[in-house]
């Protein structure tokens, strides 16, 4: 089965950086995915690894190391919008997801 | 750009109830799934289809059966709707192939009195 660990808050400043750490444990692995989701809306596509390393986009970047069955998302130069959840995901099987729980973000002045 | 799009924002009914939930995408994909999410559980999926008339049952299906009629329409419904099923219902779409995305709807609050 699938296991996905974050933590459940992260505060931060605005203009800091913050890293939200995700922990999964897989049958087999087929990449991981990371979603944003402002409070009352849907979640929102962000970033997908499948290779280990770091892929940048912008201010928001993602890790992956496989072996170590770790993932975390690294928000550069805070802005108050990224008040958010972050959610870590893998695929199943079969073309389902398991999602994590997710971390909320607040960003303060 | 992916729509997907949920018949209602907001929904109140009372138990008993057939509850109908739709969602459409306009992508033409495969994939739809519908999840619920609670606060301190996060997503979970109740059902999920791969191919008009096909369907597979998700983590929590309990309670609840789809339709899926056409490609671009995937049905969640509620046979008996009770209070433990209050919650933020999701649709999601997404092609075949690895590292495809989902695509979420806006959601529905749904609320049983």
């Known amino acids: 089965g699938q296991n996905i660990d974050q933590p459940t808050e992260m505060t931060a400043t605005e203009g800091a950086i913050v890293q939200i750490n995700c922990t999964y444990q897989?049958?087999?692995?087929?990449?991981l995915f990371w979603y944003q989701q402002h409070a009352g809306e849907a979640p929102t596509f962000l970033s997908y690894n499948v290779l280990d390393g770091l892929e940048e986009k912008g201010r928001f970047s993602s890790f992956l190391s496989r072996s170590k069955g770790y993932s975390y998302l690294l928000l550069k130069e805070l802005q108050m919008k990224d008040s958010a959840s972050y959610l870590c995901a893998v695929p199943t099987g079969f073309q389902k997801l398991v999602f994590g729980t997710g971390t909320r973000l607040l960003v303060s002045p | 750009d992916v729509k997907v799009t949920q018949s209602s924002r907001y929904l109140v009914k009372r138990t008993g109830e057939k509850v109908f939930l739709e969602c459409v995408q306009d992508m033409d994909h495969e994939n739809m799934f519908w999840y619920r999410q609670d606060p301190g559980l996060g997503l979970r999926l109740i059902y999920f289809?791969?191919?008009?008339?096909?369907?597979e049952k998700g983590d929590i299906p309990e309670g609840y059966s789809v339709s899926r009629e056409k490609k671009e329409r995937f049905s969640l419904i509620l046979e008996s709707a009770s209070t433990n099923q209050t919650s933020m219902y999701l649709c999601?779409?997404?092609?075949?192939?690895?590292?495809?995305?989902?695509?979420f709807g806006d959601g529905t609050r749904l609320s049983i009195l």
């Open positions: 289809s791969y191919d008009v008339k096909m369907k």
């Open positions: 897989t049958s087999g692995f087929n990449g």
């Open positions: 999601a779409s997404r092609p075949q192939g690895p590292g495809q995305p989902q695509h």
